[in-house]
């Protein structure tokens, strides 16, 4: 899955600029967007970093506590396994936010961008690129069908026409 969202955000340099992909007369109207989708990426990785510290963290935790039951331990341990749980659950939510932050900001000018590209079969506006995120029920399927469409029509446009089809 996390290659998979990798691979998605690094093929989309489409909406670099590419003047190979796009219309040169239309380029002026494309955002630039790979720097967004590097920070998304860097920060995705920064927040599985923090996953496998706070899963260590937690294993580190549960050995406390099998020590506690047989009463093998003193409150300077305690205290600090607290202070450390502690620190590492709030940098990682406030990491959770940012990587939705930044992935969010990319999806949403990449589906402007091909909204930009003349022919391209696009079903939404570009506020449901970020604001199907926030719907509750509609969360669960737009966000996956106008990613479909992006990587649908980016293989189209670039002239992927095999790929285009299998991913449809």
Not at 43 to 59: D, P, Q, W, Y
Request: glycine share 6%.
């Amino acid at each position: 899955m996390v290659n998979a969202i990798i691979c998605l955000i690094s093929k989309f340099h489409i909406f670099s600029l590419n003047p190979k992909i796009v219309y040169k007369n239309i380029i002026a109207q494309l955002k630039e967007n790979s720097g967004r989708g590097q920070t998304a990426v860097s920060v995705l990785t920064i927040f599985f970093g923090l996953t496998i510290i706070a899963l260590v963290s937690k294993i580190m935790k549960y050995n406390l506590h099998v020590r506690m039951d047989r009463g093998d331990f003193t409150m300077d341990e305690t205290t600090s396994n607290e202070l450390r749980s502690l620190v590492i659950g709030i940098v990682f939510m406030i990491v959770k936010i940012l990587t939705a932050i930044f992935f969010i900001m990319w999806f949403r000018r990449a589906y402007y961008n091909l909204t930009q590209i003349p022919n391209s079969k696009v079903n939404y506006t570009e506020g449901w690129a970020a604001g199907a995120w926030f719907v509750p029920i509609l969360n669960l399927f737009r966000p996956v069908e106008i990613m479909n469409e992006i990587w649908r029509e980016t293989q189209i446009h670039s002239g992927n026409t095999e790929e285009a089809q299998k991913g449809s």
